[in-house]
């Protein structure tokens, strides 16, 4: 089979490096991918969301099965559009994908089918928005609703700030139309759990659990990041939490796509809280996450091609879907300074890599035989072991031996999954 994976980033080098141990894929592009995916894939340089060009490319060049991975695209309606000349695909349709799309369409969701989340409140202009939040209860969350990067959620601790939450979102739109609608949501705290699943609209299988870090410095300190490492599995989520989340939040969702004529195929991926009063979805998402596929696929042990395949021809329910009981450690290499500036191009020097070591690129340019970085964040840096603290300690060492000039990284990554595991 001919497979085209659609996006450039660390996920979908994970994503490659999976389909490419199938012994169905004999020939694996990427579109745009980057100068590290290149090594794995042939990279076409279509870009992500170029929905007719992307068309084009698998017309011309016979691609039987599209892997569509990023949000823009998913939401754009990119595999409708190459269903539509007969290229299968493992991702959700434009309707499905409003489940990510739009969270004024997720929240509505929830609450018809009583899918634990918190409580939230939708506004359409931003006069209506501060009337609310004169009275409403502090720290709250102000969202926007449509796409915005992984940054359109944000904790505002009493009025002053949220008049600059909505100021940003509704009056100065930085994040474009995505702000013409916003949610005001009550606060939650607990542990948060990144599960991705597979479904094909009948059947669900939750793929191992994992945990994101999202602010780009140690102790969970300055900005929000697209990530700045995984682990995986998530020692907060323990067996009977997901016999919750099955029952209560995964199932019913699929149930509830159906009911709203949106059967969702493909990964669906739920962020949860693990709140006092039982676990409640913080967001879903319509795709993998990143990082967290790069410490999910690899302890995936069945084949991710006959997986998505299976998701493609809804028969989710014949295959293996099969995980070790290994951990997996995802440690972010970025430049200095993000995510706000950051210089590029500089050599990355990398190790030859041992048994159950990986390294996935994320943002880097091939010029002749070398790498250069390109991106905010570059790589990840995986390693797999049989235990958390082995797998931490072994993704760390590998962190070690990779240069780059402006480098950096945090330093904890796992460190609270690690002492969630001693409390335990
Ligand atoms: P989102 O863009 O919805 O994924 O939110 C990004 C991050 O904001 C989440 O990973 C949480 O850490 C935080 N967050 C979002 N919603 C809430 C909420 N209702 N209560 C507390 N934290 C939240
Ligand atoms: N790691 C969160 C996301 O992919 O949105």
Same mark, same amino acid.
């Given at each position: ?181 916003? *949610? ?7 542990? &948060? @759990?990144? %599960?991705?699943?597979? +479904? !094909?609209?009948?059947?669900? =299988? ?102 998505? *395949? ?7 329910? &014949? @295959?293996? %879907?099969?995980?070790? +009981? !290994?951990?997996?450690?995802? =440690? ?93």
């Amino acid at each position: 089979m001919r497979v085209l994976v659609v996006g450039g980033g660390g996920r979908e080098h994970a994503v490659v490096k999976a389909l490419k141990k199938s012994k169905k894929v004999d020939k694996l592009f990427c579109a745009p991918g980057n100068g590290g995916i290149a090594a794995d894939a042939e990279c076409v340089s279509v870009k992500a969301t170029d929905i007719k060009g992307m068309v084009e490319f698998a017309k011309a060049n016979g691609i039987d099965f599209a892997v569509v991975t990023p949000d823009n695209p998913l939401v754009l309606g990119m595999v409708d559009a190459l269903e539509e000349v007969g290229v299968k695909c493992f991702g959700p349709n434009a309707k499905a994908a409003e489940i990510e799309g739009s969270k004024v369409f997720s929240k509505r969701l929830m609450q018809k089918y009583g899918i634990p989340t918190a409580k939230s409140e939708v506004f359409d202009n931003a006069k209506d928005a501060l009337l609310y939040l004169e009275t409403s209860e502090y720290p709250c969350v102000v969202k926007a609703d449509g796409l915005a990067l992984g940054k359109g959620a944000i904790i505002v601790n009493d009025f002053e700030e949220a008049r600059a939450a909505i100021d940003e979102i509704m009056v100065e739109h930085v994040f474009g139309e995505s702000g013409n609608r916003v *949610l005001v949501e009550e606060f939650l705290t607990g542990p &948060e @759990v990144s %599960v991705l699943s597979f +479904t !094909d609209g009948k059947t669900l =299988v939750p793929m191992v659990s994992s945990m994101d870090h999202k602010r780009a410095h140690d102790f969970d300190m300055g900005l929000n990041t697209g990530g700045m490492g995984a682990v995986a599995p998530n020692p907060y989520y323990t067996k009977e939490i997901q016999e919750e989340c099955m029952q209560k939040i995964f199932l019913p969702t699929v149930r509830a796509m159906n009911a709203d004529g949106r059967p969702f195929k493909g990964c669906l991926y739920f962020g949860l809280m693990l709140t006092k009063d039982g676990a409640k979805v913080i967001e879903y998402n319509c795709r993998f996450g990143d990082p967290e596929t790069q410490v999910v696929l690899p302890l995936l042990e069945s084949d991710l091609f006959e997986i998505m *395949l299976a998701v493609a021809d809804e028969r989710l329910g &014949e @295959v293996e %879907v099969k995980f070790s +009981t !290994d951990s997996a450690c995802c =440690v972010v290499l970025a430049s200095d300074g993000y995510p706000q500036k950051y210089n590029t191009g500089y050599q990355i020097d990398l190790p030859t890599l041992d048994k159950n070591e990986y390294i996935y690129i994320a943002g880097a340019k091939a010029e002749g035989d070398k790498l250069l970085t390109s991106g905010g964040r570059v790589l990840g840096a995986v390693a797999r072991g049989a235990t958390l603290a082995g797998a931490i300690d072994k993704a760390y060492k590998l962190a070690g031996k990779i240069h780059f000039e402006n480098a950096f990284m945090r330093h904890d990554i796992g460190r609270r999954a690690l002492e969630a595991i001693e409390r335990k």
